[in-house]
């Protein structure tokens, strides 16, 4: 997969080079390479922002560099009178907003099968509008959000979604039998997990998981997905799934005592 990220602070994605996906680099599964939007300058401050049309408090990014920067990355824009080659196909750029819409597993899945990924990394009070308009007739234009919460920048947003999407991508993580364990995979949060000593501080590992049954091992860690989900995610669960009493009935008991 290839993968630009334009943004004014490229030494941000240095952690890029080690761990998990600094591996898949080296290996060949991901082509990654960050730009400067401030190369794409001509004034003698790299100007990026401007004050806003309109009035009201801070800065906005202006469009001509994030015009050349994109111009510099993408396919070529279809000359005037051509058919356009159109919004359904080459790269899809990703803005990172607050005003996007919400970035999931799903989303991580489905951008882990596109060849080519463009993030563009604003900052200050965000990027002018039409480079957003101009560009979602040359391509695929996502305005993505992390979460209900305002960050200083596009750039953490980047990672989180690089590293959720680099992950799934075949061959970068080793074992993909861990990939489908995970919480949100199967819709439900991941049970807990325990290793040696089996007593720690005076607490035991639920003794089910040394007895070896793995039948009751594997409805153990059902119950507690359940229990855990429907504890703090409930909108996460399916309407048949919500109520308490739908549970398998062999379950009922470790419900009962754990809860009181
Ligand atoms: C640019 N401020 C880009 C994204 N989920 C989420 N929260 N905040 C953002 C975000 C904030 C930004 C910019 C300037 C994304």
């Not at 602070?9 to 998990?20: A, H, K, M």
């Not at 990014?61 to 080659?85: C, F, H, N, Q």
């Not at 979602?136 to 979460?147: C, K, M, N």
Request: a negative charge.
């Amino acid at each position: 997969m290839r993968i630009d990220i334009i943004s004014i602070f490229p030494e941000f994605f240095g952690v890029l080079d080690i761990s998990l996906l600094g591996r898949a680099r080296q290996a060949g599964l991901i082509d990654l390479a960050v730009h400067n939007l401030r190369d794409f300058t001509h004034d003698r401050h790299s100007t990026v922002d401007d004050t806003p049309y309109g009035g009201g408090a801070g800065m906005v990014m202006k469009p001509e560099p994030w015009g050349e920067a994109l111009d510099s990355i993408l396919p070529a824009a279809p000359e005037p009178g051509v058919m356009p080659t159109g919004a359904g196909t080459g790269p899809v750029l990703i803005f990172p907003s607050p005003a996007g819409e919400q970035f999931t597993q799903a989303m991580a899945r489905e951008l882990a099968a596109e060849p080519h990924l463009v993030f563009g990394c604003g900052r200050y009070e965000g990027i002018d509008q039409r480079v957003v308009d101009h560009f979602a007739g040359r391509g695929r234009v996502r305005l993505v959000s992390l979460g209900d919460y305002v960050l200083n920048g596009g750039e953490v947003a980047v990672m989180a979604m690089i590293e959720a999407i680099g992950r799934l991508i075949p061959g970068v993580v080793g074992n993909p039998e861990s990939l489908v364990e995970e919480s949100h995979e199967d819709g439900l949060l991941e049970y807990p997990s325990y290793t040696k000593p089996a007593s720690w501080r005076g607490l035991d590992v639920p003794p089910v998981l040394l007895s070896g049954n793995h039948g009751a091992i594997a409805t153990w860690r059902r119950e507690k997905q359940l229990e855990r989900t429907r504890a703090v995610r409930p909108d996460l669960l399916p309407a048949d799934m919500a109520d308490a009493e739908l549970l398998p009935p062999a379950n009922s008991k470790a419900r009962r005592g754990s809860r009181g």
